[in-house]
């Protein structure tokens, strides 16, 4: 079984650009999630979906990020315009509910805004 | 809101003997799961153990196992007979509706 994809590993901008990132979650989970990880600090959910729809965004920096996953399979998350405080590694995972809510983690997009 | 609280940032521990993660959470609810997951240099997090609050019994996979002390609000994660391959960061992490983590133990083991 393919684990979760992310796209790309390692990102660098500038303040006020915009950046996107990608995640392919494992086939038939239902349930996806982005993460936003600190260096030193525990992942911080930013969304979760259920299949399309979001379930859970309350954490989400809304003016400037923002994340789709139109067809209920892979999704993308986007800050536009980025912050230096965005400096993070940003992690995507997904489940199938009916196992047990283990969470299967991605390698993670090192961003790195200067 | 549910907070997720490890006390130790870092631990050690020689190679072959038992170490014990604390981790605390604050919570209302009655039924929730609870998580430890590793997460090596290379970033990749994995499931290390998991506990249903609903189940009395402490949840083991061969070396790792818990102590889950559901009225003190406390998920203890025992590593024994450690390997060099067991250093990382481990992360405590409680789920309901949401999953929250802690800050993570760095766990170093020496040889």
């Known amino acids: 079984e393919a684990g979760v994809a992310q796209s790309p590993r390692y990102k660098i901008i500038e303040k006020r650009q915009s950046v996107a990132f990608w995640c392919n979650p494992i086939?038939?989970?239902?349930?996806l999630y982005w993460y936003q990880q600190i260096l030193g600090q525990g992942p911080k959910l930013l969304i979760q979906f259920q299949n399309n729809g979001v379930v859970d965004d309350s954490q989400l920096p809304k003016d400037r990020f923002s994340a789709e996953r139109l067809k209920g399979v892979d999704s993308t998350l986007k800050i536009q315009p980025a912050k230096l405080e965005d400096s993070a590694v940003y992690l995507c995972a997904s489940t199938n509910p009916g196992q047990g809510y283990e969470q299967y983690f991605g390698p993670g997009t090192r961003l790195t805004v200067t | 809101a549910q907070t997720v609280t490890q006390s130790q940032p870092e631990m050690s521990v020689q190679e072959a003997e038992t170490v014990t993660l604390s981790c605390t959470y604050d919570?209302?609810?009655?039924?929730?799961?609870l998580f430890w997951y590793k997460q090596p240099p290379s970033r990749q997090m994995i499931l290390v153990i998991r506990q249903e609050a609903y189940k009395q019994q402490n949840a083991t996979e061969n070396r790792f196992s818990v102590n889950f002390q559901k009225a003190a609000k406390s998920f203890s994660l025992k590593i024994s007979d450690s390997q060099l391959g067991d250093a990382a960061m481990y992360f405590c992490?409680?789920?309901?509706?949401?999953?929250?983590f802690g800050a993570g133990t760095r766990l170093t083991v020496k040889p």
């Open positions: 992490a409680y789920r309901n509706n949401d999953m929250r």
């Open positions: 919570t209302s609810e009655s039924d929730y799961y």
């Open positions: 086939s038939g989970h239902a349930t």
